[in-house]
């Protein structure tokens, strides 16, 4: 055992820990859960604990289903909602001690590795946005929101804010630090945005984000959804994410006197995620209702382009802080709420690296709302759309060599599967609109 996990074990003690939560991610970025009592977790440091794998989405086969659960001892939280409950987050691996091909976690990390051969860590910086709505749920009458209020709007007594205050508090006493929050456009819409970290703890405090804001919601006796598109009328929730490279201690994106003070590995890396984002979106956008929210307006990117102060842009290069170095990023706006962020992550990192690695041109930026320009100014700009539904995305990552080698072929041939299987089912749906459209006419 190293020192860290030593450390997990003497706390779990001096805290009088009961139940060890051990959390991991299937490949649609939902998280699981299993318990281990603390006489246990020392066994589990050195061999795992093993799991029936073939339960869980897109982890094995049924023929190879016994897995392995490896906890990551530097992840190690007390849960402030549960009395005397800690989690970690684990690495999964198979039975010859092997990581899964279909651990989301593990195809994270190899791509960070790839990066690291070229000297870059990569820094991810996510503003997530999520509705609260009022529980119970009625199926009939549809999610009702928990206010009125708009984007920024202080709402006095609101359930939003004291909720947000609420969550900052449990994300803080787990070590997640939050930078900025606010109401956001919609009705009970809410956005909170975490202070950068290297891109696999910031998927673990994503994961653990969406747990946090769960559970404040039911003791403020509402429900938080991440549902990419909920209300038809109003704005989705994206998660726009600011990303950037390191090597060392310098920021690779910053160039003092470029043009925004983007330096070509920054501009390359943005022409990559650009070139790239079609293909890779049935990752970044990977449900049914992931399109609803791209072409529903509300500020959503629905054109392949960038710009420096231009919201319609997938790609935004932000100028807060001229002269800081640190914090030059680029910020990433297609992203939604509900994404599985290990593999968001690794394909948006694989992307730009490509971009850089091979020198791409970043394309001329849009200075126009890009919702406003007629199919053929667009088109004449060179300006491309993004998918129209989850079909059209799955249908151009089925042609991606870049998404099939990050992913690995057994998870990139599991999720194209699950995919096309959501697809069908939702294909095969007679929707309201129908009936009311053709119902008497036809
Ligand atoms: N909710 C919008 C989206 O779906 C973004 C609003 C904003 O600019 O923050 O991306
Ligand atoms: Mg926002």
């Excluded at 119970?136 to 007594?157: E, N, S």
């Excluded at 870049?402 to 007679?430: C, H, P, T």
């Amino acid at each position: 055992m190293n020192r860290q996990q030593e450390y997990v074990l003497r706390s779990i003690e001096e805290r009088d820990i009961r139940f060890v939560r051990l959390w991991f991610t299937d490949i649609l970025g939902t998280l699981k859960s299993v318990a281990v009592a603390p006489a246990e977790l020392e066994q589990a440091f050195v061999e795992g604990i093993g799991i029936d794998g073939s339960v869980i989405e897109g982890f094995t086969r049924v023929y190879e289903a016994d897995m392995v659960v490896q906890p990551d001892a530097d992840t190690f939280q007390v849960l402030p909602w549960r009395e005397r409950t800690a989690r970690m987050y684990c690495d999964l691996n198979m039975p010859d001690g092997s990581p899964s091909a279909t651990d989301s976690r593990h195809i994270l990390r190899r791509t960070l590795g790839a990066a690291a051969q070229e000297g870059f860590t990569f820094y991810t910086h996510p503003e997530i946005e999520f509705y609260l709505f009022k529980e119970p749920y009625d199926a009939g009458a549809g999610p009702v929101p928990v206010d009125q209020a708009g984007y920024f709007d202080h709402v006095a007594r609101g359930d939003g804010h004291d909720f947000r205050k609420a969550a900052i508090e449990m994300l803080e006493q787990m070590g997640i630090s939050v930078e900025f929050s606010h109401h956001e456009g919609g009705p009970g819409q809410q956005e909170i945005d975490l202070r950068y970290a290297d891109a696999l703890s910031m998927a673990d405090n994503i994961m653990t984000f969406r747990t946090v804001v769960r559970e404040v919601a039911m003791q403020e006796k509402a429900f938080a959804s991440f549902m990419p598109k909920p209300l038809a009328l109003h704005p989705g929730s994206g998660m726009h994410t600011h990303v950037s490279l390191f090597e060392g201690d310098t920021n690779a994106f910053y160039e003092p006197g470029a043009p925004y003070e983007l330096s070509q590995t920054g501009r390359r890396f943005t022409a990559g995620v650009l070139a790239h984002s079609r293909e890779i979106s049935a990752v970044t956008n990977q449900w049914v209702n992931s399109y609803k929210r791209i072409w529903g307006g509300g500020e959503a990117p629905a054109y392949v382009c960038w710009g420096h102060n231009n919201r319609s842009a997938l790609v935004r290069v932000p100028m807060y802080s001229i002269g800081k170095g640190h914090s030059k990023r680029v910020e990433i706006r297609s992203l939604d709420s509900a994404c599985n962020p290990y593999l968001t992550f690794a394909v948006i990192l694989a992307a730009g690296l490509r971009g850089v690695r091979e020198g791409y041109d970043l394309p001329p930026e849009a200075e126009d709302d890009v919702w406003a320009l007629t199919e053929a100014e667009r088109r004449a700009m060179g300006i491309d759309p993004l998918p129209q539904s989850l079909g059209e995305a799955v249908a151009v990552m089925e042609e991606s060599e870049l998404v099939a080698e990050v992913l690995g072929e057994q998870a990139y041939d599991f999720y194209l599967r699950n995919k096309w299987q959501e697809w069908s089912e939702y294909r095969s749906q007679v929707t309201q609109f129908e009936l009311d459209r053709y119902l008497l006419q036809l």
